[in-house]
């Protein structure tokens, strides 16, 4: 069982930053693909990026350049930095764990899932 829980949510005006952060509980973090996922209102929640056990990263085209995905696995914690953030970029924001090596861009792959921070971009 892993419990995640996000964090760093908030309203930032566009050309700006925000780091989110996602703490997870369980013994066997480091053997967990990491994923970020967002969802905005009206759209069905989708890919942003991953990372997995080795630190391989993945990125969904939009944020690719912007956005950078880590771990540490010391502290059972994954990280999303995002620049040059846009208003487009405004969604509730989701990180999740997957039982597997090599993380996919599948919502259903992915085992266990925070409940989600809210990023504003104002124009």
């Known amino acids: 069982q892993v419990r995640i829980v996000e964090s760093g949510g908030g309203l930032v005006q566009a050309g700006g930053s925000l780091r989110l952060s996602c703490a997870a509980s369980?013994?066997?973090?480091?053997?967990?693909?990491m994923g970020w996922f967002r969802q905005a209102p009206g759209k069905e929640r989708e890919f942003v990026a991953a990372?997995?056990?080795?630190?391989?990263?993945y990125y969904t085209d939009s944020v690719k350049g912007r956005f950078t995905i880590s771990r540490d696995n010391a502290k059972n914690t994954v990280n999303l930095q995002m620049n040059s953030l846009k208003p487009e970029d405004t969604a509730v924001y989701y990180c999740?764990?997957?039982?597997?090596?090599?993380?996919?861009?599948?919502?259903?792959?992915?085992?266990?899932w925070g409940q989600g921070t809210q990023v504003t971009v104002s124009s």
């Open positions: 990372i997995s056990w080795s630190r391989s990263t």
């Open positions: 369980g013994r066997t973090f480091s053997s967990y693909s």
């Open positions: 999740a764990a997957a039982a597997r090596p090599i993380p996919t861009m599948t919502l259903r792959s992915y085992d266990y």
